[in-house]
């Protein structure tokens, strides 16, 4: 099945700077990539994602950039504001009959004033 | 604009009790329905899904149990509680577009 490793576990960035989190994936087959950012105590919401066929995608200060190849893909936040600080969860899936998300372990962001 | 709900809010349980979560979506037809549980400060793991009424895959062996009764409900059930039964249960549905989006989530704690 997919794994998907995800670093790092804490980041923490001054605001205004930008932040980078990274995650790997095991399944050649996979091709598609949401990432989620999860409040404290909230449910996961969808912020940025990515298909196989697209190797960047950018929604005002998110980015998302797809390397198939290395199987990597990465969350890129520019501008950061305090409002960013969050868990944030990558994930992985073939999309077949159903999206079986396999996720990472998190990053847990803090923007410091 | 589709909702999805999720009932109850939080949940204390003693040890060997049963449980049952429902998961309800407004607003589609026919969506894929999943079940998620997140361990405090961890990841989400996926527990089951559901393509149709009445289907339901596995994903994790445990004593949870999935049922989708109707097209647009999900329950996860227990006979039995146990400790490591205790998280964050979260119902998430997609409709062939493969972004999931979740609900608010059943914080279950087990005593």
């Known amino acids: 099945g997919e794994n998907v490793e995800q670093h790092p576990s804490t980041l923490s960035v001054q605001e205004g700077d930008s932040a980078v989190i990274k995650c790997t994936y095991s399944?050649?087959?996979?091709?598609?990539f949401p990432w989620y950012k999860q409040e404290l105590g909230k449910r996961p919401q969808l912020i940025i994602d990515?298909?196989?066929?697209?190797g960047e995608k950018k929604d005002q200060r998110i980015a998302v950039t797809l390397n198939k190849t290395a199987k990597h893909f990465s969350l890129h936040i520019t501008e950061t504001q305090p409002e960013d600080s969050a868990v944030y969860f990558c994930?992985?899936?073939?999309?077949?009959?159903?999206?079986?998300?396999?996720f990472g372990t998190g990053t847990r962001l803090q923007v410091t004033l | 604009s589709q909702t999805i709900h999720q009932w109850p809010a939080t949940l204390v349980q003693p040890v060997g009790s049963p449980l049952s979560l429902e998961c309800t979506v407004e607003?589609?037809?026919?969506?894929?329905l999943y079940w998620y549980r997140q361990a405090a400060g961890r990841g989400l793991q996926l527990l089951f899904y559901?393509?149709?009424?009445?289907?339901i895959s596995s994903e994790v062996p445990q004593n949870l149990s999935a049922s989708r009764p109707q097209d647009r409900q999900f329950i996860l059930s227990s006979k039995k509680l146990l400790l490591s039964d205790s998280g964050f249960y979260l119902c998430?549905?997609?409709?062939?577009?493969?972004?999931?989006?979740f609900g608010p989530g059943t914080r279950l704690l087990v005593l």
């Open positions: 607003g589609t037809s026919n969506p894929n």
């Open positions: 998430a549905w997609e409709r062939g577009q493969e972004t999931q989006y």
């Open positions: 559901s393509v149709g009424i009445g289907q």
């Open positions: 990515i298909r196989s066929n697209v």
């Open positions: 399944d050649s087959a996979s091709n598609y």
């Open positions: 994930a992985a899936t073939y999309t077949g009959t159903a999206s079986k998300l396999t």
